[in-house]
């Protein structure tokens, strides 16, 4: 239990979501591998704060890392709900989720 | 010898792996949420290793609770549940991307000697024990002084996705 443990596990995490996001051709199954790649780099910055000495010995300045994790859920919740939102218009569009059939902006 | 602690951690790790692959592996998508709630548990575990129980909290509500809801919601309401996880066309390019990533992450974290800047001496392992066994008052008053802004900004981000994700599936009415 290492930060090197930590970092691979989030390493490995990251290059399953990026496999994902190339190799699905479903809208939710690639906002759910972008969701694996937030979640990877929370890790990665939770480790970190935990892991690597403070700069100063102030108490806040060692939760950085957490709150860098907090901002990245706020942002990833904002995501999904927009993702989601933009699947249910273009199912409602093309009757499909599959992006071959989401090429609206293709001129 | 192997701590109790390091064995919960490659169970934790192995068994977070083993789901996110599942979720881009399987066929049913249904199935691949519910391998991607699993991972999001996994995550909780590792948080809870690395004493962050505020953010274990935070994950196990948000993610857990909300946003594998929210997918499971817009999977149900779009057909193909059975058929509906297929491979694109660029299966082969993809899986080589991945492994070639991945190959480099880890020899770049394996190479470098993470000693040199772990080591953390009595005084600083004081404060990042002071620092965890505190972390929610910390976390609130760095949330009200520190980055006051950037927590106005991410409160004005989530009330524009709502608007948005509102007006997007909204019914046209002319």
């Known amino acids: 239990m290492t930060l090197e443990g930590f970092l691979i596990i989030s390493a490995i995490l990251f290059c399953i979501g990026l496999t994902g996001v190339v190799i699905k051709s479903n809208i939710i199954a690639i906002l759910m591998s972008v969701e694996l790649m937030l979640n990877s780099v929370n890790i990665a910055a939770v480790a ?3 892991y690597v000495p403070p700069i100063t010995l102030d108490p806040s300045q060692v939760l950085m890392g957490n709150m860098f994790a907090v901002f990245v859920i706020t942002i990833a919740a904002a995501e999904v709900a927009l993702g989601l939102a933009i699947v249910m218009s273009v199912y409602k569009d093309k009757q499909s989720i ?10 | 010898m192997m701590q109790i602690a390091d064995i919960i951690f490659y169970l934790t790790g192995l068994i977070t792996l083993s789901s996110a692959l599942m979720v881009i592996l399987t066929k049913d998508i249904f199935r691949a949420a519910l391998f991607l709630a699993a991972t999001f548990l996994g995550v909780v575990a590792l948080f809870i290793l690395l004493f962050a129980e505020f953010l ?6 948000i993610y857990v609770g909300a946003i594998s809801v929210v997918i ?3 999977i149900m309401f779009t057909k193909n549940v059975k058929i509906g996880n297929p491979f694109s066309n660029f299966r082969i390019t993809g899986f080589l991307l991945g492994l070639f ?3 480099l992450l880890i020899i770049s974290i394996t190479v470098f000697d ?3 800047i772990t080591t953390l001496d009595t005084k600083e392992m004081e404060i990042v024990v002071y620092a965890y066994q505190n972390s929610i008052y910390y976390i609130g008053k760095i949330l009200v002084t ?5 927590f106005i900004a991410s409160s004005f981000i989530l009330l524009a996705a709502v608007i948005g994700a509102i007006s997007l599936v909204k019914e046209r009415t002319e």
């Open chain 2, 114 to 116: 993470w000693d040199t």
């Open chain 2, 56 to 61: 274990a909290a935070v994950q196990l509500i």
């Open chain 2, 101 to 103: 990533m991945c190959g």
């Open chain 1, 48 to 50: 970190a704060s935990r």
């Open chain 1, 98 to 107: 599959f992006i071959k059939d989401a090429s609206h902006l293709k001129g």
């Open chain 2, 72 to 74: 499971i919601f817009a």
């Open chain 2, 146 to 150: 520190n980055l006051v802004v950037p």
